[in-house]
């Protein structure tokens, strides 16, 4: 049998970015600058470099937005033409060749329930889901190690990160077995447990490599913390019929749906970019010593 290539991406976009209001009252999360681009964008570049060029972008209210900023701007490119902005016109010409699909989720019941709706566009293949709230360091390579890993193992793989013990109820969590380095073989799977019932310290991240058989347990899933529809449960469905790996990332993560994960990630991307770094290391270096004071 052929084996399955990893060709799409699914990104839910549906939740209501609470953590962000007022900013998110009519405008998405997702479109959040960090530096110049919005953060959806550096998970569709994630993506990308690893040869994805099919997304599957699952929407909400007042998230219009997202669509327009993957779609041609043809006024906006005549007119950089015509001011002889070359390069800026390259830039937003760089992810034209990529095919993007919405579907808009009715309410917000959850990340398990964002994703089923996905079903139809996946059919039999596998896919990797990315949550574009949490930006990876564009200079690492988690998502490309993971469909590594999941080309060798041909199961499902979540990546998971070390988070200390105070943060753990904000997260899926893990327990499981080291089988390599980085590599674990998952044997229990708790959405946001209370840090003393929580299996290990080892939280779940926004990249997982999937296959279709999670929208069967998805579709006939119960509601479970906060009443919303969790990816984590019916991964533990999952886990009573076949292997699960997770994948311990090591590299830096920024949970930018959060204010302090969010401005953590744009100082760090800017200093980053060559046309802002060094005016924003001097005005870092003078906060810092006002600061002392
Ligand atoms: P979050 O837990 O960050 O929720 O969702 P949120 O609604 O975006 O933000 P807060 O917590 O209210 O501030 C994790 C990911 O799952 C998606 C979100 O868009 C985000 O990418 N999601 C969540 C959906 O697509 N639909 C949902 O119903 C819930």
């Known amino acids: 049998m052929k084996e399955k290539v990893v060709r799409k991406a699914i990104l839910p976009a549906g939740g209501l970015g609470t953590r962000f209001l007022p900013a998110t009252k009519a405008s998405p999360k997702e479109m959040l600058p960090i530096v110049d ?46 001011s002889g902005k070359k390069k800026l016109l390259e830039e937003i010409n760089r992810l034209s060749h990529l095919n993007f699909a919405y579907i808009r989720q009715r309410e917000a019941l959850g990340l398990g329930h964002a994703l089923s709706y996905a079903r139809p566009f996946i059919r039999d293949e596998p896919f990797a889901v990315l949550l574009s709230d949490d930006i990876i360091d564009p200079d690492d390579t988690l998502l490309k190690d993971m469909i590594h890993l999941y080309r060798e ?17 904000r ?12 590599v ?35 579709e006939n899933l119960a509601p479970g913390k906060g009443g919303e529809i969790q990816l984590t449960d019916a991964l533990a469905g999952l886990l009573k019929r076949r292997t699960l790996y997770g994948y311990l990332f090591t590299g830096k993560r920024y949970d930018a749906g959060d204010k302090i994960g969010y401005l ?30």
């Open 37 to 82: 681009k919005p953060m959806i964008q550096y998970a569709v570049e994630e993506a990308q470099a690893c040869g994805i060029e099919e997304f599957i972008v699952i929407t909400g209210k007042h998230k219009r937005a997202i669509e327009d900023h993957f779609d041609a701007a043809f006024k906006l490119e005549e007119s950089l033409k015509k």
């Open 153 to 169: 193992c041909k199961a499902p793989v979540l990546a998971i990160e070390k988070v200390p013990m105070s943060d753990i109820s």
């Open 171 to 182: 997260y899926g969590v893990i327990s499981g077995t080291r089988e390599k380095e980085n």
């Open 184 to 218: 674990y073989r998952i044997h229990d799977l708790v959405e946001k447990p209370p840090p003393e019932s929580a299996p290990s310290d080892m939280a779940i991240i926004g990249r997982y490599i999937l296959t279709p058989d999670i929208f069967e347990i998805l």
């Open 264 to 293: 953590k990630a744009t100082v760090d991307l800017a200093l980053k970019n060559s046309e802002v770094s060094s005016h924003l290391k001097e005005y870092l270096i003078a906060v810092a010593e006002r600061l002392k004071h």
